[in-house]
């Protein structure tokens, strides 16, 4: 399997130079499927305990990154000196290999984060998992009984894992440590070849797959399942039909990402044509397949939200976000933050998280920035730190949490590099899991050869939970 590129679709991101950087259906259009979570204040910031607004600085001001704090063992808990947001260390370098770091999962389909945040995973060559609770921010090591790959948290059930065993999707509830099968794919497709990339479950419940080919780039098929009605849909983009029938125009290449909005309602998917990526929006409900003209060969596709798409427009660095919606691929929103942030100089690369978009249209989403190692342009506001950006047009706000505390003196652009700017909010939008190396001060991860790293985990002031 070829190694996935960790910016594709996990996030909407912006760095320099000009290179952009960026973690079917039923036969009926699917009814929205009941959320259960915890009972929240009604509140106008509010969707349930989705915050849509939080109580944190919105200031413009310069925060030089600080000396940052020292830390206990994992379990501890500690604040940022700036802006006072609760970080919690997960992982030491007693946790499991001394010298061995541990990262943000690297795929980008999934939810690392559970309906209800009781539950997260991360990667240490394999998944790990935590149970955590909400109100007293402990993380507890949790083994499931059955591996899972390639897939994520459910955005209908808490506590519930989707993803694949071979070709057969499966479900594994944490609270009962038991795995039922949702849909084996080669009743869909007889015989398939190879292996899948993944499997996403959206908000209504459709579920969608790619599959059946030997490597990321080769993956012909597409299938949204319908668990409620059993219907389902195939797109082969290799012989360009949908359930049989050819489509207006030839896609011909195999699938590189794919990604489900929350929503249900449309799949999108990056193909591996020559000389150029393309990128293609599939209206499940209508059965539709259309390529975005806005993307193509622009690997800044960004991410997905409730039948839209953030991306990271504007000049390099100004942190500028827009939003588009798929019914009207080719028309951008307003920008997002305005005035948008000024000097924008090269040397700041970002990468945005959305997740929590799931449970609330309007949710803000969540941006993570790392200084390059190259950036000798004085320190900025938003340099390396965790934000939120309001979703609410130009009159957007731009909430501050923390800094990150990265040090990285590596390769632009390599692995090692991004690994250290990829945030991953709850879908409830109370907490951001990321990694750090915290400032270099962690030891060395010998097999990488750079600064170890461990995951935290920020929780967000907000007044609607958790």
Request: proline share 8%; aromatic share 12%.
């Amino acid at each position: 399997m070829k190694r996935l590129a960790l910016f594709l679709f996990a996030c909407a991101c912006s760095s320099s130079p000009e290179v952009p950087t960026t973690d079917a259906g039923s036969d009926a259009p699917l009814a929205d499927a009941p959320v259960t979570t915890d009972a929240a204040p009604a509140t106008t910031n509010c969707a349930g305990r989705t915050p849509l607004a939080y109580d944190a600085p919105t200031d413009r001001d310069v925060h030089a990154e600080p000396t940052p704090p020292a830390l206990g063992p994992a379990g501890s808990i500690v604040k940022d000196p700036t802006f006072g947001t609760p970080l919690v260390r997960i992982t030491d370098d007693k946790t499991d290999s001394p010298s061995a770091s541990y990262l943000v999962a690297n795929e980008f389909w999934g939810n690392d984060w559970s309906l209800d945040s009781k539950y997260f995973y991360f990667q240490n060559g394999g998944l790990q998992f935590r149970a955590f609770d909400p109100k007293t921010l402990t993380a507890t090591v949790v083994t499931p009984t059955k591996p899972l790959w390639n897939g994520g948290f459910s955005r209908t059930r808490p506590g519930v894992y989707i993803g694949m065993s071979e070709f057969t999707v499966v479900a594994y509830d944490f609270a009962t440590s038991t795995e039922s099968t949702i849909v084996d794919l080669t009743t869909i497709v007889p015989s398939p070849s190879g292996y899948a990339l993944g499997a996403q479950e959206a908000s209504n419940g459709l579920i969608v797959s790619a599959f059946g080919g030997p490597e990321q780039d080769e993956m012909p098929y597409i299938v949204a399942y319908d668990p409620q009605t059993k219907a389902s849909h195939v797109l082969d983009v290799m012989s360009s039909t949908l359930d049989g029938k050819a489509l207006p125009a030839t896609i011909g290449a195999g699938v590189h990402v794919f990604n489900l909005d929350p929503s249900g309602a449309w799949v999108s998917f990056i193909v591996a044509t020559s000389p150029q990526l393309t990128v293609y929006a599939w209206n499940v409900a209508a059965g539709a397949v259309t390529a975005i003209p806005l993307f193509q060969g622009n690997l800044n596709y960004g991410v997905l939200g409730w039948g839209s798409w953030l991306a990271a427009t504007g000049t390099k660095d100004s942190f500028q976000f827009t939003q588009f919606d798929f019914a009207s691929p080719g028309t951008a929103g307003p920008d997002l933050i305005s005035p948008p942030r000024t000097p924008a100089e090269n040397g700041v690369a970002t990468s945005v998280s959305w997740w929590n978009v799931s449970t609330a249209k309007a949710a803000p989403f969540i941006v993570e920035s790392l200084r390059e190692p190259t950036n000798t342009n004085p320190w900025n506001t938003w340099d390396d730190e965790i934000i939120a950006v309001e979703n609410a047009g130009a009159s957007s706000r731009v909430w501050r949490f923390a800094h990150t505390f990265n040090t990285y003196t590596g390769t632009t652009y390599s692995d090692a590099f991004y690994y250290l700017f990829i945030p991953r909010v709850s879908q409830d939008g109370q907490f951001v899991l990321f990694d750090s190396n915290w400032n270099a001060s962690l030891g060395m991860d010998a097999q990488a050869g750079q600064p170890r790293t461990d995951m935290f985990v920020a929780a967000l002031p907000n007044e609607c939970g958790p």
